[in-house]
């Protein structure tokens, strides 16, 4: 079993600032791109930021130049840190691991249950 646990999420005013985190834990082996994404309102899912496993950092163009992502991997945990905040990053955040498990032969997408994130004007 691969869990992962966002924590982080809440109400914050525009121009303002927040930190999400994503633990991931179970029977993992390895772990290579972390990443957030976020679902707003009757919208779909959306790509916010990506990071490898070495640290290269991959953004969202709505995301560059405000939110930044790191990674521990020591504590299979990513961050998401995320300033200047507009209204319209209101959304649930999900995070997401490509993991390969212990016993396993290859790496598989996991997600976790979302955080939600209110960017009030």
């Known amino acids: 079993q691969v869990q992962l646990v966002e924590s982080g999420g809440g109400l914050v005013q525009a121009g303002g600032s927040l930190a999400l985190s994503c633990e991931a834990s179970?029977?993992?082996?390895?772990?290579?791109?972390m990443g957030w994404y976020r679902q707003a309102p009757n919208k779909e899912r959306e790509f916010v930021a990506t990071?490898?496993?070495?640290?290269?950092?991959n953004y969202a163009y709505s995301a560059e130049g405000r939110f930044a992502i790191s990674r521990d991997n020591a504590k299979n945990t990513v961050f998401l840190r995320m300033s200047s905040l507009k209204p319209e990053d209101t959304a649930v955040y999900y995070c997401?691991?490509?993991?390969?498990?212990?016993?396993?032969?290859?790496?598989?997408?996991?997600w976790g249950q979302g955080t939600p994130v209110t960017v009030s004007s």
């Open positions: 997401n691991a490509r993991i390969l498990r212990q016993n396993s032969d290859y790496y598989k997408d996991f």
């Open positions: 179970g029977n993992i082996f390895s772990i290579r791109e």
């Open positions: 990071i490898s496993r070495d640290g290269v950092p």
